[in-house]
């Protein structure tokens, strides 16, 4: 079992930057595929981002490659999301989520554990 808490989201300005945080319990963790998704009012949730357990391996939505960066710390049991070059259109609930298994997937039933989300608002 693993709980996952996010934190880092806010208000920044068209253009602007934010790092956003994955805090999991669990002993665990290290061994899990960890992803962030995002939901934005009225939308389904939508992939972002993912990296492998080891965090050799990463992969990233079409919008986000080039902007956003997914990393973890196994040994503080945290995966982050830095997002630069923010856009209005990112604006969303960013969700961190957790798998066991080794493959990268993009879509949402294929992720077991969830956090609560953090709020992401983009002014222009």
């Known amino acids: 079992q693993v709980h996952l808490v996010e934190s880092g989201g806010g208000l920044v300005q068209a253009g602007g930057s934010l790092r956003l945080s994955c805090a999991a319990s669990?002993?665990?963790?290290?061994?899990?595929?960890m992803a962030w998704f995002r939901q934005a009012p009225g939308k389904e949730r939508e992939f972002v981002a993912a990296?492998?357990?080891?965090?050799?391996?990463?992969v990233y939505t079409d919008s986000g490659k080039g902007r956003f960066t997914i990393s973890r710390d196994n040994a503080e049991n945290t995966v982050y999301l830095q997002m630069n070059s923010l856009k209005p259109e990112d604006t969303a609930v960013y969700y961190c989520?957790?798998?066991?298994?080794?493959?990268?997937?993009?879509?949402?039933?294929?992720?077991?554990?969830w956090g609560q989300g953090t709020q992401v608002t983009v002014s222009s």
């Open positions: 990296i492998s357990w080891s965090g050799g391996r990463t």
């Open positions: 989520a957790g798998r066991r298994g080794s493959s990268l997937y993009d879509t949402v039933p294929q992720y077991d554990y």
């Open positions: 669990g002993r665990t963790f290290s061994t899990y595929t």
